[in-house]
């Protein structure tokens, strides 16, 4: 990065590069002697949003800014871009939303709900990507964000609405809602939506989380999809973290299976190849199971905690990785299992606080105090933001004043027709009248 802060403001130079942090201010608290269970018995079966739950189990980030680690693998559009064969981009973008849901691995913390009218920007000129990102409505929660490159060669875009269920001893997170890639150079648009994702062991034990379902990569052009699956973790953990599937044509022609784990890394290979392997792998799965102690009933649990995670992907011959994930720094676990590209969502320097809007993420004073070490004062202004974000819709009820959204207008996706969150141009004018005093 230059000498200019990611705003284009001159900053502290540090031969001739700007320092950015490489953890937090404070490392993250013990939960251990809180009783998550006391909270959500309650609530089984509801829908979670609508429960306050204590600030010890959030991270110190919005979910506006959780969301913009969809970004962290930024290289691969820039890779799609390059490529003149559409199998080839679709690789790449089936690669791209799949790495989008890796920072969750071993992420158990929550992010803080965003208060209605906050947003979020991120501009990271050295991945070539501006984002913003709009809380647009409260109930139910919607969260919608732009992203473009900075070379104006992709526009990613969505609106996410994430579902929670409490399931006894599982926390549930649906995250309904579209994702769209627009690649202008090839006049193609690309759709998805996210698996879901499940924390297990809310009661006792290891809290560990899986992701599973199917993710449709459809290229609206071409007609090309790549339809892949996100395993569940299966009774002796096998299939942990495991994705698979094909790239089709319009035909239903399989063009390449696809395979390997959200947490680790993917591959491409021949069909037949994967074929033969995933059917190699069946007979031996079934003389193991042969070999194995008959389970007691039907309705007997798996185990509470899958294996350890020792088996990596096994890689079929003649493959050719996609994607691998970047390593996270040595002191992660301490950070809230963040990694380098977490670490430096929330950072803020004084000339940032010149140019950014009142109500971005960055700003909040309940997740600054809680990522600064102060959890008493986290948990007080948290209170106090639910409470005025209360009064303001009270006082909303009593008059005509309608809520607007500032920069996301509710309207049909162009792609596919669905209910979408189109971003209204404007932001980065940086023409900030008028916005909402929300903190």
Not at 141 to 170: C, M, N, Q, R, T
Not at 338 to 366: G, I, Q
């Amino acid at each position: 990065m230059s000498g200019e802060d990611s705003h284009g403001n001159k900053s502290a130079q540090d031969n001739g590069v700007k320092k950015h942090r490489m953890s937090l201010p404070a490392p993250m608290f013990s939960r251990n002697d809180i009783s998550i269970w006391s909270i959500l018995k309650k609530c089984i079966g509801m829908e979670l949003s609508k429960i306050a739950m204590p600030v010890i189990f959030n991270e110190p980030l919005s979910f506006l800014q959780r969301l913009t680690e969809y970004m962290e693998h930024t290289y691969l559009l820039h890779q799609a871009n390059t490529s003149t064969d559409s199998v080839e981009r679709m690789k790449c973008v089936a690669a791209f939303a799949v790495s989008a849901v890796a920072s969750q691995w071993e992420r158990t913390g929550k992010p803080f709900n965003p208060l209605l009218g906050e947003t979020y920007e991120l501009i990271r000129e050295d991945l070539g990507f501006r984002w913003v990102s709009e809380q647009v409505s409260h109930h139910p929660p919607v969260s919608a964000f732009h992203a473009e490159g900075l070379k104006e060669d992709f526009v990613f875009h969505g609106s996410i609405y994430p579902k929670l269920k409490f399931w006894g001893k599982s926390i549930e997170a649906e995250p309904k809602g579209i994702i769209t890639l627009e690649l202008p150079i090839y006049n193609e648009a690309y759709t998805w939506t996210n698996p879901t994702c499940c924390v297990h062991n809310i009661i006792v034990g290891q809290l560990w989380l899986e992701q599973y379902g199917t993710m449709d990569v459809i290229n609206h052009k071409t007609g090309e999809r790549c339809s892949m699956t996100f395993k569940p973790c299966g009774l002796f953990g096998k299939e942990l973290h495991k994705v698979e599937g094909y790239i089709l044509d319009k035909s239903k022609k399989k063009q390449c299976a696809i395979y390997g784990k959200w947490t680790e890394c993917l591959y491409t290979v021949e069909p037949a190849a994967f074929d033969a392997h995933k059917k190699a792998d069946k007979k031996n799965a079934s003389e193991e199971k042969r070999g194995s102690k008959p389970r007691n009933s039907v309705d007997e649990e798996p185990e509470e905690m899958p294996p350890p995670d020792a088996e990596t992907v096994q890689v079929i011959p003649g493959s050719e990785l996609i994607w691998k994930i970047s390593p996270r720094p040595d002191n992660s676990a301490m950070f809230y299992a963040f990694s380098t590209f977490t670490m430096r969502l929330n950072e803020l320097d004084k000339t940032m606080e010149k140019v950014l809007p009142p109500t971005d993420s960055r700003l909040r004073p309940d997740i600054r105090a809680m990522e600064n070490g102060d959890i008493d004062t986290a948990s007080a202004e948290k209170k106090r933001l639910e409470e005025k974000q209360r009064m303001a819709r009270k006082n909303r009820t009593k008059s005509t004043e309608e809520w607007k959204t500032r920069w996301f207008s509710q309207g049909p996706n162009p792609h596919n027709k669905a209910q979408d969150w189109i971003y209204l141009k404007g932001y980065w004018d940086r023409n900030y009248t008028q916005l909402p005093d929300i903190y």
